[in-house]
């Protein structure tokens, strides 16, 4: 496994002032295009979570390791999304960003009371996306049993919004 983390390490390509200037963007896109990589990711993503019932995966690209984590450990596929995208949600939460604030909605209908929950994103940064879809979780009555990431962005502290909460990230930039 190093060995390929070192893969994914090597193809993650960095986007000086993406979205906004002053930000560098970590995009996985040539990493998750390695057909090698990216089974060898959500191998890894899916691995200490064999007690879950159902993958939340964040918009966008949690949707992609989401769902191959939920294929993995042969569960359902939940989704957060950004506004608007939704033709009934069933519950809200607002967070901030590094370089603004956002929404993420929950689907009705997709988690029950009592279900546990793996939440899957590809980055941590500074942790306000994976709070508010914690938010979400808890709101539909289920629990968080784990959060899994591709990358964590340490220096932006996201690891100290999640206290408490068992965190697992691959690479640590």
Sequence with gaps: MP???????????????????????????????????????????????????????????????????????????????????????AHRASYTLEYGTAVLELPADVLTH??????VDDVLATGGTLAAACELVEAAGAEVAGLAVVIELADLGGRKQLTGRPLRALLAL
């Design 3 to 89: 060995d390929v983390l070192e893969r994914v390490r090597g193809l993650i390509r960095d986007v000086p002032d993406f979205p906004q200037p002053g930000v560098l963007f970590r995009d996985l896109s040539p990493a998750l295009a390695d057909a090698e990589v990216f089974a060898a990711v959500v191998d890894a993503l899916a691995d200490g979570h064999p007690a879950v019932d159902v993958v939340l995966g964040i918009e966008a690209r949690g949707f992609v390791l989401g769902a191959g984590v939920a294929h993995a450990l042969r569960t359902g596929m939940a989704w957060a999304r950004k506004p608007g995208k939704l033709p009934v949600v």
């Design 114 to 119: 009592g279900q546990r929950v793996l939440v």
